[in-house]
């Protein structure tokens, strides 16, 4: 996973880091946003329409071993199942391909629980995050978020957006916050971004409900599912047509494009205890796909979603 040269980004990047720690607080070993979660394992399988639309490997393959984490929102490594803030829930898939060289290959997909984002640019997601830690309890209104997200309305409909709680991970539906271009076999571009949908169907807990739950009770009730058997979830993607707007996150396409399904993630075990942790220092997803058949869209946020992932998880292995 290199990481860019270009100067702008990088200075963004850092300065994103250290303001989701001016919010969250500094803690070591931890991502700056969505400190808390948990890795498991499993396999893909594709559709025959998945290679149709892309000559990825993991397309072609038969089955490919994935690793998944699913997290929680802010900074926080303890936020509690049970608070608001711990909504948007993230997905991170890790296709583990083949050695080429003998160098691993692998390729991700990173999407979260709602299909809004705040802003479109890095530097416009910054003065929001310095806007919130410019608002601390007890600061007079119109505080600067307050000012921030009346005067950005992508901002406001991301606040606005219902973001529920989930009864479990595996009633959880995930989406892709950036444009990705598939390319097949014969050089055609089709421009896309990922669904992930469960199979066991959306089921979310209400607000009363909500304040009975244990503060673990996603990350209790997960691997509890799996030793009882595969967690399934599909694959699809939302295709672009001409004219829609890939460079944007905060745009969405009308719901009438086409969904295709791209295969089945089924996931089947809890990563082991005493590798749970290390692993999670280690592992450094990328939003960024770099394989042949999946190549970045124009839209400013994945070369620095990419620094930022890359520059916090170095930190976060140093720690």
Known sequence: MPLTFDERVLKTSESLINGFQAV?????????????????????????????????????NASTPITVRFSSSTGLPQIPDTEPNANPRGLAIRFNLPEHNGRRVHTDIIVHS????????GEEFLEFLQAISASPPGTPSPTPVERFVGSHPSTLAFVQAPKP???????????????????????????????VLPDAGEENVDEATLKDRDPSYLYDELPKRVAEGPVGFTLYAQLAEEGDITDNATIHWPNTRPLIKLGILKVEKVVEHT?????QKNIIFDPIPRVQGIEPSDDPLLELRAAVYLISGRQRRAA
């Open 24 to 60: 969250f607080g500094k803690h070591p070993g931890f991502r700056p946003a969505h400190a808390r979660g948990i890795l498991l394992t499993g396999v893909f399988t594709p559709t025959t329409e998945a290679a149709s639309l892309s000559s990825a490997p993991h397309f072609k």
């Open 114 to 121: 709602t299909p809004f984002f705040p802003t479109r640019t």
């Open 165 to 195: 709680a989930p009864v479990s991970f595996a009633t959880e539906a995930f989406y892709s916050v950036t444009a990705l271009k598939f390319i097949n076999a014969e050089g055609k571009t089709t421009y896309f971004r990922y669904r």
């Open 275 to 279: 590798e749970q942790e290390q692993e």
